[in-house]
């Protein structure tokens, strides 16, 4: 009964910045953590960040740490990728995903251990 929208896609120039925003709503939303995926054409769906509802913690992949931040404000029930310094390489559709089930370890990097997913929102970056 979760529902994911994806916002803030679009076309930079490499070095610019975007933020995309992932509304999650449902009558009965239960989400331990979420996270960002991407999948460029031809290739399989990768991993971007992680971040926990309750603590904040968050897990990021190696390609993107220290230029992208996921972040997310409860009140809103709204997680945020705010991405800088960006390259031709991050061009690809981008995925809001939640996990609803219990968990100890909840970051993780595993598309099969969401349950709900966004439509997705493209970005594209131009070198």
């Known amino acids: 009964q979760v529902q994911l929208v994806e916002s803030g896609g679009g076309l930079v120039q490499a070095g610019g910045s975007l933020r995309l925003s992932c509304a999650a709503s449902?009558?009965?939303?239960?989400?331990?953590?979420m996270g960002w995926f991407r999948q460029a054409p031809g290739k399989e769906r990768e991993f971007v960040a992680a971040?926990?509802?309750?603590?904040?913690?968050?897990y990021y992949s190696d390609s993107v740490k220290g230029r992208f931040t996921i972040s997310r404000d409860n009140s809103k029930y709204t997680v945020y990728l705010q991405m800088n310094s960006l390259k031709p390489e991050d061009t690809a559709v981008y995925y809001c995903?939640?996990?609803?089930?219990?968990?100890?370890?909840?970051?993780?990097?595993?598309?099969?251990?969401?349950?709900?997913w966004g439509q997705g929102t493209q970005v594209t970056v131009s070198s």
């Open positions: 995903a939640a996990r609803s089930r219990f968990c100890v370890a909840c970051l993780s990097d595993s598309n099969s251990e969401y349950d709900y």
């Open positions: 971040i926990r509802w309750s603590f904040g913690s968050t």
């Open positions: 449902g009558r009965t939303f239960t989400s331990y953590a």
